[in-house]
Nanobody, 122 residues
């Protein structure tokens, strides 16, 4: 059982930056692909970014390319999401999740954190 704890969310102004962190309890963290997903009020869960076990493969949803960066530190059992030039439409609850296989589909992820709220004011 992998336990994931997100942190770093908050209320920011449009154009600001935030870095989300997700710490995993499991020593086998380095064997899981990790993803960041978000859910805005009234909308479906959306894949934001995914990183493979070694970090060699990355996926970003097209609308976020160039603004968001996913990274991981397997020595610290942590995955990050650097978010720059934030927009009001980036508002939502951001979740990190772990999967045994690299996938863009949130339904492939077995373990989820509790989520962290990101609110971007205009």
């Amino acid at each position: 059982q992998v336990q994931l704890v997100e942190s770093g969310g908050g209320l920011v102004q449009a154009g600001d930056s935030l870095r989300l962190s997700c710490a995993a309890s499991e020593r086998t963290f380095s064997t899981y692909a990790m993803g960041w997903f978000r859910q805005a009020p009234g909308k479906e869960c959306e894949s934001v970014a995914v990183i493979s076990v070694t970090g060699a493969n990355l996926y970003y949803v097209d609308s976020l390319k160039g603004r968001f960066t996913i990274s991981r530190d397997n020595a610290l059992n942590t995955v990050y999401l650097q978010m720059n030039s934030l927009k009001p439409e980036d508002t939502g609850v951001y979740y990190c999740a772990a999967s045994r296989r690299y996938s863009r589909d949130f339904r492939s992820y077995e373990y989820w954190g509790q989520g962290t709220q990101v609110t971007v004011a205009s």
